[in-house]
């Protein structure tokens, strides 16, 4: 160290004295010039212009580099060698890549919290960051795929009641803007008697193929002891459900067929009122009284809406398994709702204003994320969600 680095301090200490903390940026630039210059001495086993024979090389000016920092943008003259076997590289920067990847993975958890790359932006830049770009955000999510990968492959156990569900989202592939499935499913607890998000898979389809895949591995991950199921009918789930969970009772969420029914209605009046019609179904306290009730049902509209009764009489039994459970059970049991409005409309929160994706990987990070907070939220709730000594029916 000689006098002119040295006299770098007096400028410091000045700052420091005259803007306090506010000037850390400004005062950790010089300072880590300074530290770097003085790493590159060590080095070279030699000072600035000094003989030795210990010399392994020399010096060879500086070269300017933006390091992104918890402190903001910081611009330094990164010392470079000449005439050595290995490449000098200051260690402060290698430390400070720690502090870095905790300022990305902040970026990150931002994006994946459904913030706009404009907006992280906007955000880092009231911190000091120059020009983030989205390729920066996309390199700083990927940072989290490890912790979300190993959440998606975690060990599973036994679990009781299990509900599965798919939603889509705007995915580019090749150029081209296409819908990519997103099947997730919620398994409850004998154990715990609380929800658990068990895993999620996204690929651009909803066909068998990758219902099966999904459920095989949730099967591989340990998942056993499935008792009944609980969906909606969406394509190519009931031949993977058969073929994986083949013997387990399946029930057709009650809510998406009473919207089906109103879809295949003949006119307004019949619209409004088959809702009420079937929750007098759905209601019922025993199986044969629902059906029953069913049978009532779908002979009233045989004559003067056909279509409407076969439709009744070929679905809604597929809606009356829930009348296998115990009673108190039924309610929450007979719909896919608890996946429906605490996962489907937080992952639709999170997405609508990235609305296109730039590839299924990215798609996948965003809505594990989401998935892993929701888990750990239930996980550390203090109700449950079914009781299980209430075992009467």
């Known amino acids: 160290m000689n006098d002119t680095d040295t006299a770098v301090l007096e400028p410091i200490l000045k700052l420091l004295i005259e803007q306090g903390p506010q000037a850390m940026a400004e005062i950790v630039t010089p300072l880590l010039n300074l530290a770097m210059r003085f790493e590159r001495e060590q080095f070279l ?36 060698t000449r005439g050595t076997e290995e490449p000098f590289y200051p260690q402060a920067l290698e430390r400070g890549c720690r502090s870095d990847r905790a300022l990305q993975i902040a970026i990150a958890e931002m994006y ?25 955000v996309s390199r700083a999510s990927k940072m989290l795929d490890e912790g979300l990968e190993n959440w998606r492959n975690r060990p599973l156990g036994e679990i009781a009641y299990l509900i599965l ?35 999620v898979s996204v690929k ?3 066909a068998e193929v990758h219902w099966r895949s999904f459920l095989q591995t949730l099967v591989e991950r340990g998942l056993r002891g499935v ?27 009650q809510y998406h067929l009473a919207q089906n029914a109103i879809h295949h209605a003949p006119n307004q009046k019949v619209k409004k009122e088959i809702g009420g019609e079937l929750r007098q179904i ?12 069913l049978n009532q049902l779908v002979e009233k509209y045989r004559t003067t809406a056909p279509k409407l009764a076969q439709w ?38 999170r ?36 009781i299980w000594d209430a075992e009467e029916v």
Request: proline letters at 4%; charged letters at 30%.
């Open 282 to 293: 759905w209601n019922a306290r025993t199986l044969a009284l629902a059906e029953q009730e």
């Open 165 to 199: 569900d798919a939603r889509y989202e705007k995915v580019r592939m090749n150029g081209i803007v296409t819908d990519a499935a997103v099947l997730s499913a919620i398994g409850v607890s004998r154990e715990d008697e609380k929800r658990h998000l068990l895993g």
């Open 112 to 136: 994946v919290r459904g913030v706009s790359t404009r907006d992280v932006e906007k955000v880092m830049g009231h911190l000091g960051l120059e020009s983030l770009s989205s390729s920066q």
């Open 312 to 349: 009744l009489e070929d679905n809604v039994p597929e809606g009356l398994t829930v009348f296998q459970l115990p009673r108190k059970h039924r309610v929450r049991m007979r719909t896919s709702n608890a996946i429906e409005r605490a996962v489907q409309q937080e992952i639709k929160r």
């Open 351 to 386: 997405t609508v204003k990235i609305r296109i994706f730039p590839n299924v990987e990215s798609l996948l990070r965003v809505v594990t994320a989401v998935l892993v907070e929701i888990d750990e939220k239930w996980s550390v709730a203090r109700d449950r969600y079914i």
């Open 227 to 253: 008792e009944y199921i609980v969906s909606d009918d969406h394509a190519g789930l009931k031949a993977a459900r058969k073929a994986v969970f083949g013997g387990t009772p399946w029930h057709r969420c």
């Open 204 to 206: 651009l389809s909803e």
């Open 45 to 80: 086993q030699a000072g600035a212009y000094e003989r030795s024979p210990d010399r392994i090389g020399y010096a060879n000016g500086t070269k300017p580099k933006k390091v992104d920092t918890p402190l903001g943008t910081l611009t330094l003259d990164i010392p470079k």
